[in-house]
């Protein structure tokens, strides 16, 4: 790829031309899980190029950075990141670890720090800086010992737990720490392993406009719905006879039984 075609591709996640953050966080969604496609002369005439950002396939060839304290410059007030999550240089996930001497209050403040970072609410007018959550895919909240998760714009009441680990099992991380894990190291293996970040960047967010006040909300998978997919993934996989791919997933109601329909479907899609 060309320097002037390697300045197009970095220009086409930071210089989008939008009008909200959601409108933003939807665009680079799909330029970011499907890559651009950019005209060069590899030696064959000038063609067009598919350009990806990320390798899904072979997860070790991308580069996985964390950094602490990480200064974000706002319009009138800085921001500095607890951690900052890179995949080959391009933020995706911001964890902001709180005191376990707060109580409840830990995942109350945290949640309210990400607000005022993306803007969310009027008393946080200039006061964030929303630009930077325009790649963010993944937002945590943590004390030490519990966690909670969300994604960009996600309101307080939905961020929530993330209670078991995939493909590993708590019993493995039992065997692995010598004790029970907490909360926290369980959210961190099921969601913040390599290949378990890109598959849920890829396969597992979904932009859906609100019935009630029509606004498009992004959501991000739970935990069953993580592991059913993936479950049903390798049994069609694995299956020897045709009439043993198929299973049984228990859903509760309102619990996502759409969105996981969708998930699976789209994977099977990406898989075919």
Request: charged fraction near 25%.
């Amino acid at each position: 790829i060309s320097d002037d075609n390697v300045h197009k591709a970095v220009r086409a996640i930071t210089g989008i031309q939008v009008t909200s953050l959601i409108e933003a966080s939807e665009k680079l969604h799909t330029t970011l899980t499907y890559g651009i496609a950019l005209e060069q002369d590899l030696g064959d005439g000038k063609k067009s190029h598919p350009v990806r950002y990320f390798d899904f396939e072979n997860v070790a060839a991308n580069e996985f950075v964390v950094t602490r304290q990480f200064k974000v410059h706002g319009t009138k007030k800085n921001i500095r990141t607890d951690v900052m999550l890179f995949v080959n240089g391009i933020p995706m996930g911001i964890i902001e670890c709180k005191g376990p001497t707060l109580g409840e209050g830990w995942k109350l403040e945290a949640v309210d720090q990400f607000s005022r970072y993306q803007e969310m609410e009027e008393r946080y007018r200039e006061l964030g800086t929303p630009k930077l959550f325009e790649t963010i895919q993944i937002l945590i909240a943590t004390c030490g010992q519990a966690a909670a998760y969300g994604t960009v714009l996600t309101p307080y009441r939905f961020f929530v737990e993330w209670k078991t680990p995939h493909p590993r099992t708590l019993d493995d991380m039992e065997r692995e720490l010598g004790r029970k894990p907490n909360a926290q190291e369980i959210l961190f293996e099921g969601m913040l392993a390599p290949a378990t970040f890109l598959d849920l960047v890829r396969n597992f967010v979904v932009f859906e406009r609100d019935e009630k006040t029509g606004r498009i909300v992004r959501k991000l998978c739970r935990y069953q719905q993580f592991a059913a997919v993936n479950k049903a993934i390798t049994r069609a996989r694995t299956a020897k006879k045709p009439t043993e791919r198929g299973g049984v997933v228990w859903h509760t109601q309102g619990s996502g039984k759409s969105l996981t329909m969708l998930w699976l479907a789209l994977k099977l899609r990406r898989d075919a």
